[in-house]
């Protein structure tokens, strides 16, 4: 029972640091490869977000992540992966919350309606009412 | 990701060793680590959300990659370009928590709004039912010449209708209930007299096993439930014009009580006494003094589609 638990908390951290050291690394001295599989995370959640008319709702979002999915080829091009990586990321993450605020916008919208025909309904029903001899 | 393993690992014994070469590792590359900028609003924001009885516990899977992201940002980075990415990150991150549980709130919300649409629109349908009665009372309050139009406008219809449909049935159909009735068509409409032998001399009240002709009238008002009838009593001259006035009043109302109590509506019933003023006959005979007296039933003419003046 010890001896696993001796193990496990030894691993971990020697992984850690190993890991983090290439990383690390990594980042001072030699370039990484394309991030392709963060920049096609980001194209789909644009595609989402497009298909959920954010255009229409979160334009200011969508804008953002097209943006940022720009400055993420750029980098490639560039070769900066890091940058690139950030940029892609950033552009998934923007295109999601354009999707988040497009839900929430036509959620309310849908609520706004059915509160105006309710209204709607009762002031009808006072005019009728009111008229009433 | 390392930094997480990194922080994860400070509780071993090892992990002294592991810092030593992170510090090292990160030393190689940049300056000593510094707070990163905007974490604490970052967090801020996480916190109100949270904290926000309508929204917190909404979208749970968002909020705890929110607080995973807020975390990330606030661990001391000396890379003030990464540090930037990471607060903008979690300050993402709790936008779109926000806008999940926003989405989930109004989602919830919408059962109470579909349900209080729907009273409005059982009130509103009470009320134009309501509102339709008080036209009809309306209509019924409208002046006796707006009656007349009214009357006039139904049986345009009935006539129209009557036209549509089988005019020729119905009418030969008021033809036969007209002539058990035997009663007869004139401009005021059919008018069906009833002998003194209804009555016994003086008195008002009727005799029994009179009502034969009677119950032919009320046969008739059920299976013509739109005409109304006017009930008229009339006597001879003999005895003083007051008595024969009342009498002729009394006898008008016996008729309208029977009718009525034969469950004809008395609404549909008018009764009034003309008393000696109009003879049919002279009063110098006995045969037309029995004539003299009487009781007219006029029934009304709801239905120009049949004039009177088709029937016999």
């Known amino acids: 029972m010890n001896s696993i638990l001796q193990a496990r908390e030894g691993s971990l951290p020697r992984a850690a640091v190993v890991l983090g050291s290439v990383l690390l690394l990594g980042a001072c001295a ?55 990586a950030q940029f892609a990321e950033e552009s998934r993450v923007e295109a999601e919350l354009a999707s988040a605020r497009t839900a929430a916008v036509k959620a309310r919208d849908v609520n706004d309606e059915m509160t105006h025909s309710t209204s709607t309904l009762i002031e009808e029903m006072q005019r009728s009412s009111g008229v009433k001899p | 990701m390392n930094t997480a393993n990194l922080s994860g690992a400070l509780n071993s014994g090892s992990a002294l060793i592991a810092t030593a070469v992170a510090a090292i590792l990160l030393a190689s590359c940049a300056t000593a680590p510094s707070k990163p ?3 604490a609003e970052a967090r801020t924001k996480l916190t109100q959300l ?57 989602e919830d919300q919408r059962s109470v709004l579909s ?73 005021r409409g059919l008018v069906l007299t009833l002998g003194d032998v209804l009555f016994t001399t003086g008195r008002a009240d009727l005799k029994t096993g009179a009502s034969g002709n009677l119950n032919r009238l009320v046969a008739f008002l059920d299976k013509y439930p739109d005409r109304t009838v006017a009930i008229e009593g ?56 029995q004539q003299n007296r009487r009781v007219e039933v006029i029934i009304s003419n709801p239905a120009p589609g049949i004039p009177a003046a088709s029937l016999r």
């Open chain 2, 115 to 187: 349900a209080q649409r729907e009273r409005a629109r059982l009130d509103a349908r009470t009320r134009e039912v309501d509102a339709a009665k008080d036209q009809v009372v309306t209509a019924r309050a409208e002046s006796a010449e707006q009656k007349v139009v009214a009357e006039q406008a139904r049986g345009a219809a009935d006539a129209a209708r009557l036209a549509a449909a089988s005019s020729e049935q119905q009418a030969a159909e008021l033809q036969r209930q007209v002539d058990t009735l035997q009663a007869k068509p004139t401009d």
């Open chain 1, 30 to 84: 030699s370039t990484p490869p394309a991030p392709t599989a963060s920049l096609q995370a980001a194209q789909r959640a644009i595609a989402t977000a497009e298909g959920a008319e954010a255009g229409r709702y979160a334009p200011g979002e969508l804008a953002e992540a097209r943006t940022g999915l720009a400055s993420a080829d750029r980098a490639v091009s560039e070769q900066r992966m890091m940058m690139a």
């Open chain 2, 50 to 106: 949270q904290s926000d009885p309508n929204l917190a516990n909404r979208a749970p899977l968002a909020f705890k990659e929110a607080d995973t992201a807020v975390r990330t940002a606030e661990q001391p980075q000396a890379d003030k370009d990464l540090a930037a990415y990471r607060v903008y990150l979690a300050d993402r991150k709790v936008e779109i928590a926000r806008a999940q549980a926003q989405t989930s709130l109004a």
């Open chain 2, 37 to 39: 900028d905007g974490a």
């Open chain 2, 234 to 289: 009339y006597t001879d001259s003999v005895g003083s014009e007051e008595y024969n006035q009342g009498l002729s009043e009394r006898r008008a109302d016996s008729v309208k009580s029977y009718l009525a109590g034969q469950g004809i509506d008395a609404i549909r019933i008018s009764a009034s006494g003309k008393g000696e003023s109009d003879p049919v006959s002279g009063n110098d005979s006995a045969a037309g003094r």
